[in-house]
């Protein structure tokens, strides 16, 4: 019982943390179509002699924020909007995750979380982006919303965009601090009964080599040139943002105008994160080199320990002939390997072009859980297909691997290690059992902490709201 409850207790947690990025996200998608179908029916209302009735559709107030009936609807069609079930989900269920996120935002206030505009804009680009890419039209999402225009419409969503933003770093602040020693793991582990252990499904480890093609000064010269045309352009009075959307290659950036925010823990490579933290506000890099390419930074705004920038990153062409120069290298390297003049460990150490791996002879950690196993059912479909019909030490053939930015390596795969389904074992899956013991105890942190803010906070629910039956002590009974 204890696993199968911590499942449901995960369950649940993850619906809050999902639920206010769920909404007003991709409710334009076919929703005329859709909306009568995925709304839960309403429970008859009963309004007893002195009991206060709804008022413009108010359901329920928490602090400074308050919660409407059609904010349920919306949430119906928001889960069904992204392939998801509400066939066991309740109203009262999705009132008491829509309380959540409220009271989320509203202690945020308190506790001087500041969500900057700089901030909302860039989630708006965003979520206004994906919205135009499903339908086309911006007044037909306008239209759905029942905005009399454009600006009006922003207005509206850029509220809960903050909202959504507020209670997300409210949860963050929550459980960053929460750790799991080792005693903890395994005083968990052994509280599940033996018969209720999980069972985790088959695993395999995975090597590989990669061999990158070099790319001339030339080509070099010519992407700093570039950027320096760019740098000049900005210095002059053009926008940095919309340079970085015409010309970034970071797709992870690009659509918001090359926007990042970060800190000196955030995990940037350290080339990066030595020129963002070496510029003032205002001031534009000169171009720098990364494992991705080339950049330039501009730094928008200094917060303390924290930074907002622009960047553009722009990666050089490779050659037909440096492409086949890679692959007859690689050739040699895995010729070498099968005639067992060197191991595919040492020869990823001295051979293979990739940091990350080379030092643990070409092993791949799982991103993830940061284990170096991979589930088979839960692996990235592209590496399974390469790895899936590979025979224990077989060596791939050279596979030529084009990233999300364009940049092309060639690589060798092969499998070091096959894991059977089998029932779990403290010492053989200690990362995966650890991390239920640290999530068990975030969902512990945050259920103490509503507790202790639904106590001290202004909650009023109103009219047949009044008799849920909430996981939370909302009705303060």
């Not at 002699?49 to 059609?70: C, E, F, H, N, W």
């Not at 069609?77 to 996120?101: F, H, N, P, Y």
């Not at 935002?105 to 700089?118: F, G, K, L, T």
């Not at 919303?145 to 929550?174: G, H, P, W």
């Amino acid at each position: 019982m204890l696993l199968k409850k911590l499942q449901l207790k995960t369950i649940d947690y993850r619906f809050g943390l999902t639920m206010c990025f769920l909404l007003f996200f991709n409710s334009v998608i076919s929703a005329q179509e859709i909306i009568k179908d995925v709304v839960a029916e309403k429970p008859a209302e009963a309004v007893h002699p002195g009991q206060r009735q709804k008022v413009d559709g108010i359901i329920a107030t928490v602090g400074d924020y308050i919660v409407l009936d059609s904010d349920i609807d919306k949430g119906f069609l928001e889960i069904t909007a992204q392939g998801g079930s509400v066939k066991d989900i309740t109203r009262c269920q999705m009132l008491g995750k829509l309380l959540e996120d409220k009271l989320y935002a509203h202690q945020a206030i308190q506790d001087s979380i500041i969500v900057s505009d700089a901030e909302v804009r860039t989630m708006m680009e965003d979520r206004l982006n994906y919205m135009l890419q499903q339908v086309g039209d911006i007044n037909k999402v306008v239209a759905y919303y029942k905005k009399n225009s454009v600006e009006e419409f922003k207005t509206y969503f850029s509220d809960i965009l903050k909202e959504q933003k507020l209670a997300s770093e409210m949860r963050d602040k929550i459980v960053k601090d929460v750790e799991i020693t080792p005693e903890e793991v395994r005083n968990f582990f052994k509280k599940i009964p033996k018969d209720e252990l999980p069972t985790f499904g088959a695993e395999m480890e995975v090597a590989q080599i990669v061999i990158e093609p070099k790319v001339s000064k030339e080509d070099k010269q010519k992407v700093i040139d570039r950027l320096n045309a760019i740098r000049k352009d900005v210095l002059e009075g053009s926008s940095f943002a919309t340079k970085a959307v015409l010309y970034s290659l970071d797709p992870g950036s690009a659509p918001n105008g090359g926007f990042y925010k970060m800190t000196r823990k955030t995990p940037f490579v350290k080339e990066f994160k030595d020129v963002a933290f070496s510029l003032q506000e205002g001031e534009i890099s000169e171009p720098f080199e990364t494992t991705f390419g080339y950049h330039i930074i501009m730094v928008d705004k200094i917060k303390g320990q924290e930074v907002e920038l622009r960047h553009i990153l722009i990666s050089p062409t490779v050659s037909e002939d440096a492409l086949k120069e890679a692959k007859e290298r690689i050739i040699n390297i895995r010729n070498k390997i099968v005639s067992k003049e060197i191991s595919f460990a040492d020869a990823a150490r001295t051979e293979s072009d990739e940091k990350e791996t080379r030092a643990n002879g070409g092993t791949l950690v799982n991103p993830n859980t940061q284990d170096t196993r991979f589930e088979l059912t839960k692996m990235d479909p592209t590496l399974y297909s390469q790895v899936s019909n590979l025979k224990d030490d077989e060596v791939s053939q050279p596979l030529l691997n084009t990233d999300d930015k364009g940049k092309k390596t060639y690589k060798l795969i092969t499998v070091t290690n096959r894991i059977d389904e089998h029932v779990a074992d403290y010492a053989k899956d200690y990362t995966k059992i650890k991390e239920l013991a640290l999530k068990e105890k975030q969902i512990n942190a945050i259920a103490k902490w509503f507790d202790t803010k639904i106590k001290d906070t202004y909650i009023k629910i109103i009219g047949e709201y009044r008799d849920c039956t909430f996981a939370n002590n909302w009705l303060k009974k």
